[in-house]
């Protein structure tokens, strides 16, 4: 108790809690929850400014949706309050967001239109027929300038798929030509690659990998002098929609149209060119792969016409996944995003459905409609912690759940 006539002790500093070793304290609130250390945040100011430490909000983050890290506990996002990822990520999990429309394009002029998206911390890209636009993002991904920053163009036929690497901007094309367009620069670069188009493309540590309508997957140099020089072309038999570089730049699989008898999903060694494996034996004719996604050079994700996510653990077992979830309304999955951790996210054939899957859950846990009343696929989608792009046949679309 103060002297007579002396100011009453601040409220916060009679707290019992502050006689003990901060060490303690740390232990304590280790064991509360994201809801009881946000209370006790709230009691006074000095609680507030202690528990807002990233370092008591890390571990919750971990097992959070989308909070940016990855499934081993590396933080991803560093520079933003762990804290407010973890309120973010309820938002993620409860399906709370603004949707907003970005950009809109007119279908009649371009009816064939599969527009491609990637995403990096400053800029979206977007294919729209032969070109790419890049799109400058506004701090926080709170919108963009609706005028490209920049156009990559020099194609006759639409881009089928591109892919950002080393600088660079790799893309395939209707015309059967591989690009590569220099990013801070006008340097381009473009290659006869296939006989008809090319359907997908991947790029890692200077090989680019091509799949083909024309049932054939190549590798590529992009060493200096042999830039453009195929290194292995290989007889897939099948259509190939989808192709992914292992992390390790050791293999790479493909993803095939499945009208013949053999695995639509097939790993292949990037050195020799040839077959290591096939995942999976229970594929029904018509089953094509439409996207694949590497998590680990051990786990991978696909998605395609049968209406399943599937993940892949090549360390157990190539005959069978782990786990698979079925599209609810049995649509095709056109693509599919992870964050390397529980989330997964997908984009369905019909009406814009955007969906977002818990991997420790057996069911759809949020699904967002797009295009309704019109029917679209949602051709690509990207996401950060904060918000998800997902481009329709005439238009970008995001989902805000910052809100």
């Known amino acids: ?34 809801r009881a250390l946000g209370r006790l945040g709230q009691t006074c100011r000095r609680l507030g400014r202690f528990t807002s430490r990233d370092v008591l909000w890390r571990r919750l983050a971990r097992s959070c949706l ?30 709370r967001c603004q949707r907003n429309l970005l950009l809109k394009w007119k279908r009649k002029q371009v009816t064939l239109l599969m527009p491609w998206m990637q995403l990096d911390s400053e800029y979206l890209y977007l294919s729209q027929a032969e070109d790419i636009q890049a ?28 892919v950002l690497a080393n600088g660079h901007i790799v893309s395939g094309g209707g015309d059967g030509n591989i ?4 990013l801070n620069s006008s340097f381009s670069f473009k290659f006869l690659a296939h006989e008809q188009e090319v359907n997908c493309v991947d790029c890692q540590g200077g090989i680019i990998v091509s799949g083909s309508r024309d049932r054939t997957a190549k590798v590529w140099s992009l060493s200096p002098g042999r830039a453009g020089q195929c290194l292995h072309t290989i007889q897939t038999e ?20 499945c009208c013949r008898h053999t695995s639509p999903l097939r790993i292949w060694d990037l050195g020799s060119g040839q077959l290591v494996t096939c995942l999976g034996t ?8 439409l996207d694949i996604f590497y998590e680990t050079p051990s786990t991978l994700l696909s998605c395609g016409y049968d209406t399943y996510i599937r993940y892949w653990d090549l360390r157990t077992s190539t ?14 999955l056109y693509c599919i995003r992870s964050n390397g951790n529980h989330m997964i996210a997908s984009g369905s054939s019909y009406y814009g459905v955007v969906r977002l899957w818990d991997k420790r859950q057996n069911r759809c846990l949020q699904s967002f409609s797009l295009s309704s009343p019109v029917s679209s696929p ?18 970008l679309h995001v989902l805000d759940f910052t809100t």
Request: aromatic residues 10%; hydrophobic residues 35%.
């Open 282 to 289: 229970d594929f029904h004719r018509g089953a094509g792969v």
């Open 179 to 182: 690009a590569l367009h220099k």
């Open 66 to 95: 989308n909070a940016g890290f990855s499934a081993l506990g590396t933080d991803l996002v560093e520079g933003i309050p762990v804290k407010e990822r973890v309120k973010v990520s309820q938002n993620w999990r409860r399906g």
């Open 238 to 257: 099948d259509r190939v929609w989808s192709i992914a570089i292992s992390p390790l730049s050791s293999s790479f699989v493909t993803g095939t149209a």
């Open 378 to 395: 949602v051709y690509c989608l990207c996401f950060s912690t904060t918000h998800l792009y997902a481009t329709l046949a005439s238009a």
């Open 319 to 332: 005959r069978e996944c782990v786990k698979k979830w079925e599209e609810p309304h049995d649509s095709a």
């Open 135 to 162: 799109y400058w993002l506004r701090p926080n991904h709170t919108g963009l300038l609706r005028c490209p920053q920049a156009v990559f163009s020099g194609r006759r036929e639409d881009v089928c798929r591109f």
């Open 1 to 34: 108790m103060g002297r007579p006539g002396s100011p009453p002790p601040a409220e916060e500093n009679r707290c019992p809690l502050w006689g003990l070793p901060e060490e303690l304290l740390l232990l304590i609130c280790s064991y509360l929850d994201a």
